[in-house]
Structures are given as structure tokens and as C-alpha cells.
């Protein structure tokens, strides 16, 4: 009906514009159901009750979180770099948004089905080491600098594997396109192919996220909280988003990759895709109520004496399999 009245690049825009901020209110609901489900589920497993006074069960306690990180004063430190430190936050939460324009939420649920679609979201992803790296520097204090410094030698070390986990899909895909990778999975899903890749892929995104058993620069009897001590108020909100919407990236891209995205019986392809994701980020949480953290040398050591060589194993693997395949046709 636009149509009819506004020219295509107008109503293209429009419909662009409106999918953005769909996407955005949902991005906020979905950080907001994270924080209570991982407050909820910790305490569970640690036998506490969690939070329970804010609404029913508890589940108004992420809006008072939120409330009470906006009302709080911004400090900015008197010998800070001051550009750099409100820069930095911003630097880290805009690529966790940009991802999400690449992932497919159902047959036609997607802002931009680019032909390089796994590549733009690696390529995005890196930008966060970036934003870290500046936080730490800019703060002028000894503790951020040296969980940045940590952060960014662990994000480099795993991001190696992490890329090499995803060659396996990519080769049986022969598309870089998340729907295409998702519309080949219709007969088997690639987890059952990849089941290798797949566990490369799973533990090095936990250690990029900087989540347990891999949260060292947040080590609070060594380094305070990590890059991000000096911030307050709004701007450690940022900081508090972005860590939230790169895990549930990280679990949507894994359900996208191996476990057939949208795929499924009966139900909506979105909600196939969301019962995925929520539970690949429930292993998040199981995985930091379960296990203690790593000792430093042991985590650089995991990633390039473990993880690297099993994903250079899974590539030659997949590749010898297809060559065997297309041979015997």
C-alpha cells in the first residue's frame, strides 16, 4: 500500500528504520529476561532463592537494575583520558549491536541477508577488543589497565580458534550466508557433522565472553572488576549491555550454525530459534555455576595447545569427508 503513495527507496527505508527499532525493543527485553534468568538460575544451583521482592518471582528486579545504574552519578576520574573514557563504551556496545543484523530469527526475520554473513559478524565481533583496550588505557588506574591488557591477549588468542571452529560449517554450507547455512541443515544439522567444531566453537566464545571459568580480568581478588572499575552510572550500563547482547549472539550464532536456526516441528520458527538460543545460553549459566576459574597460563595454553589443533583437525577432517563424498558420486 506504501506504494502507491511514496517512492520504493522511502518505503525501503521506512521498512528498515521500523525493523531497527523492532529489533532494538526486543534486544532490551531479551537482556533484561538474561539478567533475571542468570540471578535466578545462579542461585538456584548455589541453593538461595535469588531475587524475589521486585513483582511477582522477582521479575521486575532487572527494571529496578536498571533504574538504579541510570540514576547513579557519572564519575569520570581527574586524571582520565576523557575522550577515550566516553568513547570506549560506546566503541564496545555498538559492534554487539551490529551483529544482530545478520541473524536470521526465522525464514525472512532478518535485517540483511548478506552473502557474507558469518564473515561480517567475526569481522564485527573483533571490534570489542578495541573498546576494551581504550577503557583500560583511559582510565589511569593500574587494575583496568591490567585486566584490559589481559582481555585483549585472551579475545586475540581465542578468536583464532573460534574462526577455524566455523570453516567446518562453511565448507559443507558452500555459502557464508546465515540463511543459507540454516536451509542446508534441513535433512541433519550440523552438530551431528560438526560436533567437533562445535565444542571449538562453544568453549572458545565462552573464554571471548569472558565468562566462567575464562572471567579472569574480572578476577575480584586480583584485579577489582576488571577494565571497567573506574565507570559508573549510565556508562557501565553500556558496558553491562554489551556483555549480555554478545552472549546471546554468541548462543544465537551457535543455534544458527549447528543446531538449524529457525528449524523445527509444530511450533513458529521464532520461537524454535529462541528455545535454542536460551538454551545454549542456559550452558553459559550451568557452565559459571559449575566450574572454578582457570589459572592464566592455563587458559593462553587451552587455546593454542588444545582448541587450535582440534580445529585444524576438524578441517581436515570435513575436508577429507567431502572429497570422499564428491568422489563417489
Known amino acids: 500500500m506504501l506504494l502507491l503513495f511514496l517512492p520504493a527507496w522511502l518505503v525501503d527505508l521506512l521498512l528498515t528504520v521500523l ?5 532494538i525493543v526486543f ?5 533484561m529476561s ?21 513483582g511477582p518471582f522477582g521479575v521486575l528486579q532487572p527494571v529496578a537494575d536498571v533504574m538504579k545504574l541510570l540514576t547513579k552519578e557519572d564519575i569520570i ?7 577515550l573514557f566516553r568513547l570506549a563504551p560506546i566503541i564496545v556496545l555498538v559492534p554487539a549491536l551490529l551483529i544482530y543484523a545478520v541473524i536470521p530469527f526465522g525464514q525472512g ?16 565481533g573483533t571490534l570489542t577488543t578495541i573498546g576494551i583496550l581504550m577503557a583500560g588505557w583511559s582510565s ?41 547455512i540454516v536451509n542446508t541443515q534441513r535433512h541433519l544439522w550440523y552438530i551431528v557433522p560438526q560436533f567437533l567444531g562445535f565444542f571449538v566453537y562453544f568453549t572458545a566464545a565462552t573464554a571471548e565472553l569472558n565468562r566462567s571459568p575464562f572471567d579472569l580480568l574480572e578476577a575480584d581478588s586480583e584485579i577489582v572488576a576488571g577494565y571497567h572499575i573506574e565507570y ?39 520461537i524454535w ?7 545454549l545460553f542456559f550452558i553459559l549459566l550451568w557452565l559459571r555455576g559449575t566450574l572454578p576459574r582457570v589459572r592464566v597460563d592455563h587458559l593462553m595454553g587451552f587455546a593454542w595447545k588444545i582448541l587450535l589443533p582440534l580445529a585444524l583437525v576438524n578441517i581436515l577432517i570435513t575436508g577429507v569427508g567431502l572429497s570422499i563424498s564428491q568422489a563417489s558420486v
Not at 77 to 83: G, K, T
Not at 153 to 172: D, H, K, N, R, T
Not at 257 to 268: C, D, M, S
Open 19 to 23: 525493523a531497527i527499532a523492532v529489533l
Open 27 to 31: 534486544l532490551v527485553i531479551v537482556v
Open 34 to 54: 538474561q539478567v533475571y534468568l542468570e540471578r535466578r538460575v545462579i542461585a538456584r544451583m548455589q541453593d538461595r532463592l535469588g531475587p524475589n521482592r521486585v
Open 77 to 83: 576520574p581527574s586524571q582520565a583520558d576523557r575522550i
Open 109 to 124: 526475520m532478518t535485517i540483511a541477508d548478506v552473502n557474507i554473513g558469518i564473515l561480517y559478524a567475526i569481522a564485527i
Open 140 to 180: 589511569n588506574n593500574k587494575y583496568a589497565l591490567l585486566a584490559a591488557m589481559r582481555a585483549v591477549a585472551q579475545m586475540v588468542s581465542y578468536e583464532v580458534p573460534l574462526v577455524l571452529s566455523v570453516v567446518g560449517v562453511i565448507m559443507l554450507a558452500g555459502s557464508m550466508s546465515m540463511v543459507d
Open 232 to 270: 559508573s552510572g549510565i556508562r557501565f550500563a553500556l558496558f553491562f549491555l554489551a556483555e549480555y547482547l554478545n552472549a546471546f549472539a554468541i548462543a544465537a550464532l551457535a543455534a544458527t550454525l549447528f543446531l538449524g536456526g529457525w528449524l523445527g516441528p509444530f511450533l513458529p520458527p521464532y
Open 273 to 279: 530459534f529462541l528455545i535454542k538460543s536460551y538454551g
